[in-house]
């Protein structure tokens, strides 16, 4: 809703209804400063977790993140460049082609994935069953791509890139 109005817009009427059914009519939208979120919630984690060569393991696993199964599903990059370069390579070898995905256009977008990876992250950490879900690991996959860490190093985004190559090739079909 913020950054609906942002734009001079006007947030979407179905939303406006939802809110005030469940109570919510005084909401007050304000846009989510991502480096303080990620600071909030990073200070929750256990310094376990941050260890070099923990942290290394995580990341390199964050693709098997259990709670992920279903989210994840809808995360590819939908962008022409990204499909033409899918489409050029027609046939080729497609982790090889994740890893140029991830070293060019998606490192170009590496903002947007720490919003979404942040955005889901938070809202876990927000649900009832907060400790069952995966949040500090979103959380540490965050960091790391706002520290700029290679993305070919993190699995979650590897999957990300395989997917977005097979939804390009079979929209292609």
Same mark, same amino acid.
């Given at each position: 809703?913020?950054? &609906?109005?942002?734009? /001079?817009?006007?947030?979407?009427?179905?939303?406006?209804?939802?809110?005030?059914?469940? /109570?919510?009519?005084?909401?007050?939208?304000?846009?989510?400063?991502?480096?303080? &979120?990620?600071?909030?919630?990073?200070?929750?984690?256990?310094?376990?977790?941050?260890?070099? %060569?923990?942290?290394?393991?995580?990341?390199?696993? %964050?693709?098997?993140?259990?709670?992920?199964?279903?989210?994840?599903? %809808?995360?590819?990059?939908?962008?022409?460049?990204?499909?033409?370069?899918?489409?050029?390579?027609?046939?080729?070898?497609?982790?090889?082609?994740?890893?140029?995905?991830?070293? /060019?256009?998606?490192?170009?977008?590496?903002?947007?994935?720490?919003?979404?990876?942040?955005?889901?992250?938070?809202?876990?950490?927000?649900?009832?069953?907060?400790?069952?879900?995966?949040?500090?690991?979103?959380?540490?996959?965050?960091?790391?791509?706002?520290?700029?860490?290679?993305?070919?190093?993190?699995?979650?985004?590897?999957?990300?890139?395989?997917?977005?190559?097979?939804?390009?090739?079979?929209?292609?079909?």
């Amino acid at each position: 809703m913020a950054l &609906t109005i942002e734009k /001079g817009g006007a947030p979407p009427f179905g939303l406006l209804q939802v809110a005030e059914t469940i /109570g919510g009519a005084d909401w007050q939208p304000t846009r989510m400063v991502l480096g303080e &979120t990620l600071a909030e919630l990073m200070a929750e984690i256990p310094k376990a977790m941050c260890e070099p %060569s923990e942290l290394a393991l995580l990341l390199r696993r %964050s693709d098997e993140l259990a709670d992920l199964e279903i989210v994840s599903r %809808s995360w590819f990059e939908d962008d022409p460049q990204i499909a033409r370069a899918v489409r050029q390579a027609r046939g080729g070898n497609r982790a090889k082609l994740a890893t140029f995905l991830l070293q /060019g256009a998606m490192a170009r977008r590496r903002d947007k994935w720490v919003e979404i990876i942040l955005r889901t992250a938070l809202w876990m950490h927000e649900a009832t069953d907060a400790d069952d879900l995966c949040w500090r690991e979103l959380t540490l996959v965050a960091k790391a791509l706002t520290d700029g860490r290679d993305m070919t190093e993190i699995g979650l985004m590897r999957d990300i890139a395989l997917r977005t190559i097979d939804v390009i090739n079979e929209t292609e079909r």
